[in-house]
């Protein structure tokens, strides 16, 4: 809600305009985009003067499966602000919905394979050895970011 000096309250829609008009302007890029540009939706990313922003490129198996659960939980995320002002918004909430599950279906694929990601992820009674993962500035892989 917008206050108007001579209307008093009026109805605002973030994303598409005066409330009232019709949803469907709220367009989501794919998730991996929208963790680039960090944002999820096509009519909402204004770049920086020149920025241009630089696809990562995972370059192993691990690395692939580890960035998309971090692009599934931006678009999580992203979702979840813009449902908490649109809760009406149905299709939105069917998208954050198949997002959810697929972050979890990544999220057990890695667990499985690799070990846990959080310490709930732990089912094992041994003790946890996250001093043999490589640390960021081990460059691992040949990537910074994953």
Not at 4 to 21: Q, V
Not at 83 to 105: A, G, I, W
Not at 110 to 125: A, F, L, M, Q, R
């Amino acid at each position: 809600m917008l206050f108007d000096d001579n209307f008093g309250f009026i109805t605002y829609d973030l994303y598409s305009g005066l409330s009232g008009k019709d949803q469907s302007n709220t367009k989501l890029v794919n998730v991996d985009e929208g963790f680039l540009r960090g944002n999820m939706f096509a009519k909402e990313y204004k770049p920086y003067k020149n920025y241009t922003y630089k696809k990562i490129i995972p370059r192993t198996k691990r690395e692939e499966l580890l960035l998309e659960i971090m692009e599934m939980s931006f678009a999580i995320n992203d979702l979840n602000l813009y449902l908490d002002l649109h809760p009406e918004d149905t299709k939105m909430l069917e998208k954050f919905n198949e997002y959810v599950e697929r972050s979890c279906k990544y999220e057990m694929e890695y667990v499985k394979n690799y070990g846990p990601i959080e310490v709930i992820d732990n089912t094992s009674n041994e003790k946890f050895e996250w001093i043999k993962n490589p640390w960021p500035w081990e460059n691992e892989g040949g990537t910074k970011y994953v």
